[in-house]
């Protein structure tokens, strides 16, 4: 992270700080609430069948909306902008967005969440409007266990050429997400190293968390981290690797021989709130400060009744000021059932 005092900040009051003096640097963007999976451990079916009341439209803001907002969060020090749902590639004309955002003076990474399912036909687009790389979510090269985990009949293959059709745009680093939950995918680990090593891709495997309120989460169902990757060293021998930068999310390991880095997401078994820089952003303008938070701040209202950019800014000053979010830290059997924002409102 570099020391030099950032030139856009002259005469502002730099970038503000929260309660545990941590630093927004990452902005999730949720663009849209829908998606066309259901995955379980999200948006399990069974409670967001096809009947089930999305956002309306009037409600979700507009690209320019979005970009005005994220200019913001820049000038606040953030670097990286996310942007994610739901799943973002069923919002139409989506690299409309990315060439705005793309624009933003001090976007210094600008990546993409999504399932892959639209990768095949949106990959070129998005990579010639300004994305730089892609993360897709995939829990399994088993096609039957694909079809259970993101809760959809549609073929893994989709997804997999998606996946070839964002490294053949040039979107780089490929990672992909995993997300393990015992009794149903843990046989996949070690294929899936095996696949993304052979392939060239960062696999990243995210520990089952009990986000939102809908997917029934117990910590029986959770495989450590630590059991992850001693699966993964039995199979290809590993050794750790440093951040790449602090507050990165992933712990990172290289395969001995070379072959490449995965990472594992722990925040059940290795919390890492203490230097968690992530604001998001939900697809009707709410700031969230926290991944588990009930509640946001409502930037949309002051937005569309003509505050300006200071104002804007100060309720964001505020807001994470006032911020000492650290639910993984203190996640406990008195806090599964604590009201939460569901996941997909915005973004992992
Ligand atoms: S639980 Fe909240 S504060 Fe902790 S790392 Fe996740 S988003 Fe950040």
Redesign the pocket.
């Known amino acids: 992270m570099s020391t030099t005092p950032d030139p856009r900040l002259q005469g502002h009051a730099g970038p503000p700080r929260d309660r545990l003096g941590r630093l927004p640097r990452d902005l999730r963007i949720s663009v849209t609430d829908r998606c066309n999976f259901r995955c379980t451990y999200c948006m399990p079916a069974e409670i967001f069948g096809r009947d089930f009341a999305f956002l309306p439209r009037s409600e979700i803001l507009r690209y320019e909306e979005i970009t005005r907002l994220a200019g913001i969060f820049v000038r606040l020090g953030v670097e990286k902008l996310r942007i994610t749902g739901g799943e973002p590639t069923v919002r139409r004309d989506l690299p409309d967005l990315v060439r705005q955002l793309a624009s933003i003076e001090g976007v210094r990474d600008l990546t993409l969440t999504t399932n892959g399912s639209a990768l095949r036909t949106l990959a070129a687009p998005l990579a010639d409007a300004g994305l730089h790389r892609v993360t897709v979510s995939l829990d399994s090269l088993d096609d039957a266990v694909f079809r259970a985990m993101s809760g959809i009949d549609m073929p893994l293959a989709r997804v997999l050429d998606g996946i070839a059709a964002a490294r053949a745009a040039g979107l780089a680093p490929v990672k992909i997400n995993m997300v393990v939950r015992r009794g149903v995918n843990e046989a996949s680990i070690v294929p899936m190293a095996r696949w993304a090593r052979d392939a060239g891709f960062i696999l990243r495997y995210i520990e089952y968390m009990d986000v939102g309120t809908a997917n029934g989460w117990r910590l029986d169902d959770v495989v450590p981290g630590a059991e992850i990757i001693a699966l993964v060293d039995a199979a290809f021998p590993l050794e750790d690797l440093q951040p790449n930068y602090a507050g990165e ?1 992933a712990n990172r390991f290289r395969y001995l021989d070379g072959a490449g880095e995965i990472g594992v997401i722990a ?1 059940v078994t290795a ?3 203490g230097a ?1 820089s ?1 604001a ?1 952003l939900s697809a009707e303008g709410e700031l969230f ?5 009930a509640h946001g701040t409502d930037l949309r209202a002051p937005l569309r009744s003509g505050v300006d950019d200071a104002g804007l800014e100060a309720r964001i000053r505020a807001a994470w000021g006032a911020r000492d ?5 203190l ?1 406990s059997a008195s806090t599964v059932n604590l009201p939460r924002v569901e996941m997909f409102a915005i973004g992992g």
Do not use: G, I, K, Q
């Open positions: 999310v925040s919390p890492f709130c968690c992530r998001r400060t926290c991944l588990f938070a979010d650290r639910y993984s830290e996640r």
